[in-house]
């Protein structure tokens, strides 16, 4: 499988419940983050959490890594409709050297909908 | 608050033409990056660029693909003579440390 793999690929819940998104990838680390992407529209970035952190917290959103499970999670608290959008993760591995640039390799996404 | 901003948002071209997409990264920033998005697939890395050179590109980016940074502000891609799969939404990314921020994105249609 490929690096930055997301389930679910789907996930469907009402408004006022959390959605928790669960990201996975293969190689080490040196950022994961999580961006939001509306129906064709732009990637919007969420959070970042570097390897050498276990949870973030910003606004409603969680973000945990657990660099030896290679694995994430994303949790939206109290979800509204507006968060209704695909969700991505993204990692970037370790880099040698100053004034490198550093890919990014998405994962496949989850698509979150969020019903009144 | 700064963003990146990408002209046009959509293109739309013939087989064999050449396009060139635009960007303007955030102006502090150091690092710039060019992605796409095939409809209903992942995004996916075609070329970073750093101190107005290449600094790692993909397996997608073939000669057909070039990116310059003309003056201090805009960073373009062109491509040379599109094909049919070239057809994708292609991002444009900068970043000054790890959070790299992306455009609105450029709808490229090729007939």
């Known amino acids: 499988s490929q690096q930055g793999e997301e389930d679910p690929q789907a996930l469907s819940i009402q408004e006022g419940e959390n959605a928790t998104m669960n990201c996975s990838y293969k190689t080490s680390i040196n950022n994961l983050q999580w961006y939001r992407q509306n129906s064709g529209r732009g990637l919007v970035h969420l959070i970042l959490?570097?390897?050498n952190e276990r949870e973030k917290h910003s606004g409603r959103l969680r973000v945990t890594l657990d660099t030896s499970k290679k694995s994430s999670s994303l949790l939206i608290t109290a979800s509204r409709a507006a968060d209704t959008a695909s969700y991505f993760c993204a990692t970037d591995q370790p880099r040698w050297g100053a004034g490198t640039a550093s890919k990014l390799t998405f994962g496949t996404g989850t698509r979150l909908q969020v019903t009144l | 608050e700064p963003e990146v901003t990408q002209t046009p948002s959509h293109q739309v071209t013939q087989m064999g033409q050449e396009v060139i997409l635009r960007c303007v990264p955030i102006s502090n920033h150091l690092y710039f990056y060019w992605y796409r998005q095939i409809l209903g697939q992942k995004v996916e890395f075609l070329v970073s660029?750093?101190?107005?050179?290449?600094?790692?590109k993909s397996e997608i980016f073939d000669d057909q693909f070039s990116v310059e940074r003309p003056d201090g502000s805009n960073f373009t891609l062109k491509i040379r003579s599109t094909k049919l799969e070239d057809s994708a939404m292609y991002f444009c990314a900068s970043s000054r440390l790890g959070t790299q921020y992306f455009g609105p994105g450029t709808r490229l249609t090729v007939l």
């Open positions: 660029f750093y101190n107005n050179e290449i600094s790692e």
């Open positions: 959490i570097r390897s």
